[in-house]
């Protein structure tokens, strides 16, 4: 009888498609970890977290509706070295509030931790195994346009030249999903289901 769940990661690319995979897990009954939702939720709602980021960023970093994402991403966007700070704030909290997420589902076969950075963050060396998500790059330019109306194309590219190069991502990952509009994602997402429970 194993201890605990299989911790399984998603990532991918900027419109690759991570959260549709993610919705398609959560309908077979797998809990779902949201990496980035719930770095946003701690950001605007620990208060040590807003007390850290405001004594290193200052007061204009909230807002009376929380973290004021236009001044931090002016502010670390384009300087790794500050972002490198604010990822020492974030990263931590996010990585105990994923901690007491995995204890708090401890009965289920497995998890899944939907994160972009698996592999820049080094939390794959605590998953048992990594599921990328792909697209062709122009087709995830085109999801995020419509998604994100406040981005334009060369926002966007700047995003995914600062994210792994997508060769890399498919080649330390232990499966790829294409989410292309070619391929059929269901028939995907129920064989990898099946394969994961072979492996508890």
């Known amino acids: 009888m194993k201890n605990k769940p299989l911790e399984i990661g998603v990532t991918g690319g900027i419109g690759s498609g991570k959260s549709l995979v993610c919705k398609i897990f959560s309908l077979l009954g797998v809990p779902v970890y949201n990496s980035d939702n719930r770095a946003k939720w701690i950001t605007n709602n620990s208060k040590k977290v807003r007390r850290k980021i405001t004594n290193r960023f200052g007061t204009e970093a909230y807002t009376a509706e929380g973290l004021n994402r236009d001044y931090m991403a002016g502010k670390v966007f384009n300087d790794p070295a500050q972002l490198k700070i604010l990822n020492a704030i974030v990263h931590p ?10 204890t708090s589902n401890c009965q289920q076969p497995y998890l899944i931790k939907e994160a972009a950075l698996i592999f820049e963050a080094g939390s794959y060396k605590r998953l048992y195994k990594v599921i990328n998500v792909s697209a062709p790059e122009d087709l995830r330019i085109r999801r ?10 060369k926002e966007i590219k700047s ?20 989410n292309d509009e070619k391929k059929m994602l269901i028939p995907q ?12």
Do not use: C, T
């Not at 909290?93 to 995995?102: E, I, N, R």
């Not at 995020?144 to 194309?153: G, S, T």
């Open 93 to 102: 909290a996010v990585g105990q509030d994923y901690d007491l997420w995995v």
């Open 144 to 153: 995020v346009l419509r998604r994100d109306p406040f981005r334009n194309e």
């Open 159 to 178: 995003i995914i030249e600062k994210q792994m190069a997508e060769v890399d991502r498919q080649q330390r990952s232990d499966y790829n999903v294409f």
């Open 189 to 200: 997402i129920l064989d990898l289901h099946e394969e994961i429970l072979s492996l508890i």
